[in-house]
């Protein structure tokens, strides 16, 4: 939940330009390593997930794969946000 969080304030600072004083660095750290936990968690689980094909009662619910999904959703996302204001920042003049 922690990363998540990390993920979701990072590029909404970004995005809207929250915190002038702020240098760039830190909402920028916030977005990479958020997104990045986030969306690999997700992977990973549901990789997992999709690996267990054994016991039915063992195996995750329909919500937990969306769970999931919406992990890797909000990974790459918050990674576009990244990309997005990096490439606005090297077009623009110093």
Do not use: N
């Amino acid at each position: 939940m922690l990363y998540l969080a990390m993920a979701v304030a990072g590029a909404l600072i970004l995005a809207f330009r929250w915190g002038p004083g702020l240098p760039v660095r830190v909402p920028l750290a916030l977005a990479w390593l958020g997104s990045g936990a986030v969306g690999c968690w997700g992977g990973w689980l549901v990789f997992g997930s999709l690996m267990s094909l054994g016991d039915v009662t063992k195996q995750p619910t329909a919500v937990m794969l969306l769970t999931y999904a919406v992990h890797m959703i909000i990974g790459t996302l918050v990674a576009a946000v990244g990309v997005r204001f990096l490439k606005e920042r090297a077009g623009s003049p110093a």
